[in-house]
């Protein structure tokens, strides 16, 4: 992460804003993050210059994954060794079948069950 904005193999990765928005801890700026390989995702922003928006320069080692939260100011992923690291491919053990967390900051118990099909 250099300034904000991910990097893979020293290329930033293409960002779109698509606005601000009310979340549950106040304004969030929402961007789109295209990757090299074309996939998008959408990511939040709620703190610019953020203590996670300038990172050392990680190496993946064969066989494990780097993971990255979309609420990159407050997501404890591969970034943080000491609560996540680098996840080896052997603990990935099937597709995602829910998600449980949104955007809109909407109570667990008052949305609508949400799932996803995996690869």
Known sequence: MINGVLNINGTAVQME?????????????????TLPNGVTHEILDSIRNGSADNTDVFVVPEGHYFMMGDNR????????????????????????AFRIWNSEGVPLDNRPEETTAGP
């Open 17 to 33: 804003e698509l606005g601000t928005e009310q979340g549950q801890f106040g304004t969030v700026t929402r961007y789109r993050e």
């Open 73 to 96: 100011d407050n997501s404890q992923d591969s970034r943080f060794a000491d609560a996540v690291g680098m996840v080896p491919e052997e603990n990935l053990i099937g597709p995602i």
